[in-house]
């Protein structure tokens, strides 16, 4: 008889609703930094270069939200042995649009500093409504 060997990934995740307003990208930032650094038990810890970067990641998708959105957004972080993925959730009826950034413009540089950032993103519409943007960071 042949058994099967199945792997868990271990993995800790948490959301936040952060209200319709310009202090949710500050409060998100404390929050993202303070739970990537707490130690996690068993798991591949972060490091400082990547809560740093994952904590600009997050700044920039949730001024986006709050600035375009109609309502509060959601933040997801979640932390494997693997990576740090972070999600950002928004109601806003425009569909997110990657530019590139000019040397004059005021705007439009947070999207594609999140893309050099990141190993991985990408942007999915929401039943109801709205899309969730992605950032995945590899650890």
Known sequence: MRTRR???RR?????????DEAASAGRARRLTSAFLSRSRHRMTP??????????LIVSELVTNATRHGR??????LQVSDERVTVEVYD????HLRVRLPTADGESGRGLALV????QR???TPVTGGGER????LAT
């Open 6 to 8: 199945r792997t868990h």
């Open 121 to 123: 993103f990408d942007v």
């Open 133 to 136: 943007v992605r950032a995945v």
């Open 46 to 55: 972060v490091d400082a270069e990547q809560i740093d970067d994952a904590t």
């Open 71 to 76: 309502s509060p957004c959601r933040l997801r």
């Open 91 to 94: 109601d806003s009826p425009a």
């Open 11 to 19: 993995s800790v995740r948490v959301e936040y609703l952060l209200p």
């Open 115 to 118: 893309r050099c950032l990141a």
